[in-house]
């Protein structure tokens, strides 16, 4: 079964930075795209990273580009989204995502999964 669990979340104020960690479970990451959404209270789903381990191609949201890195520990079967610069308009729940990779050749979208954790809450103060 195919689990994924965040953590790291929390209050932070403008301008700090967070680490978030999202556990795997059932499967490794090779041939996966793995990414990170987040959705804010009355908002929309939005993407904000994903990287394809087949080729290495990684995309980042233009809200958060320069801000966030997609990391990983293949050891651990953990990536992390570090986040710097944060401001208010970052808090949300933010999700980390799988999907398997069946054709190379084409860049991650964020918002395509299949598997998505539970989120963790990343709340940012002014």
């Known amino acids: 079964e195919v689990r994924l669990v965040e953590s790291g979340g929390g209050l932070v104020q403008a301008g700090g930075s967070l680490r978030l960690s999202c556990a795997a479970s059932g499967f490794t990451f090779d041939g996966y795209a793995i990414g990170w959404i987040r959705q804010a209270p009355g908002k929309e789903r939005e993407g904000v990273a994903c990287?394809?381990?087949?080729?290495?191609?990684?995309r980042y949201a233009d809200p958060v580009k320069a801000r966030v890195t997609v990391s990983f520990d293949n050891a651990k079967n953990t990536v992390y989204l570090h986040m710097n610069s944060l401001k208010p308009e970052d808090t949300a729940v933010y999700y980390c995502?799988?999907?398997?990779?069946?054709?190379?050749?084409?860049?991650?979208?964020?918002?395509?999964?299949?598997?998505r954790g539970q989120g963790t809450q990343v709340t940012v103060s002014s």
């Open positions: 995502t799988a999907l398997k990779i069946y054709f190379t050749g084409r860049l991650c979208v964020p918002l395509e999964y299949e598997y």
């Open positions: 990287y394809s381990t087949t080729d290495g191609g990684v």
